[in-house]
T-cell receptor, first 114, second 110 residues
Framework: NAGVTQTPKFQVLKTGQSMTLQCAQD?????MYWYRQDPGMGLRLIYY???????DKGEVPNGYNVSRLNKREFSLRLESAAPSQTSVYFC?????????????FGPGTRLLVL | GQSLEQPSEVTAVEGAIVQINCTYQ??????LSWYQQHDGGAPTFLSY????GLEETGRFSSFLSRSDSYGYLLLQELQMKDSASYFC???????????FGKGTTLSVSS
């Protein structure tokens, strides 16, 4: 039981390059989330998927797209990376899209955009 | 929109008690959550308060006052391993996701 896994762990991109961050969970959770974490800014919600087949914008969706591939997998795509997207990206999942449900986080992807 | 305020840093010594406050403004309140994150690690869930009052889980307790839009996390018998960042969170307007505060970094010294 791996919980929430994310790939890659580290990535360096040049401005304008694209990439997809992968996230998978094996807990049969319905809801999945993408956050970014910058120093002094806490965790900011980028996009989330309350259930398979749905996605919604969070606090900071600009410059990102997401795909809920199936119940297990939720990917985050940067179409044209910018230095402002240098951050640590966390994926999380919960049984339901309910604030009382515990969110389980992956180990994070550290992204540097030059 | 949703906003949360918590102190950026708190310091304490081993064995002491520390309180981390969180005030929030929301349009539609469901409850207040707390998460812990060690340096370089992933956030992990600590507690959730939907109703007013104090909830205790071992050395950690969490308090909520809905009328004051205020809550706190109380850590007792502090240990070095409690050095971490602590985040409070409330739900988004739709009640389907969490909005986190900027976090409080707790440093415990011997």
């Amino acid at each position: 039981n791996a919980g929430v896994t994310q790939t890659p762990k580290f990535q360096v991109l040049k401005t304008g390059q694209s990439m997809t961050l992968q996230c998978a969970q094996d807990m049969n959770h319905n809801s999945m989330y993408w956050y970014r974490q910058d120093p002094g800014m806490g965790l900011r919600l980028i996009y989330y998927s309350a259930s398979e087949g749905t996605t919604d914008k969070g606090e900071v969706p600009n410059g990102y797209n997401v795909s809920r591939l199936n119940k297990r997998e939720f990917s985050l795509r940067l179409e044209s990376a910018a230095p402002s997207q240098t951050s640590v990206y966390f994926c999380a999942s919960s049984l339901r899209a309910d604030p009382q449900e515990t969110q389980y986080f992956g180990p994070g992807t550290r992204l540097l955009v030059l | 929109g949703q906003s949360l305020e918590q102190p950026s840093e708190v310091t304490a010594v081993e064995g002491a008690i520390v309180q981390i406050n969180c005030t929030y403004q929301t349009s539609g309140f469901y409850g207040l959550s707390w998460y812990q994150q060690h340096d370089g690690g992933a956030p992990t869930f600590l507690s959730y308060n939907a109703l007013d009052g104090l909830e205790e889980t071992g050395r950690f307790s969490s308090f909520l006052s809905r009328s004051d839009s205020y809550g706190y996390l109380l850590l007792q018998e502090l240990q070095m391993k409690d050095s971490a960042s602590y985040f409070c969170a409330v739900s988004n307007q739709a009640g389907t996701a969490l909005i986190f505060g900027k976090g409080t970094t707790l440093s415990v010294s011997s």
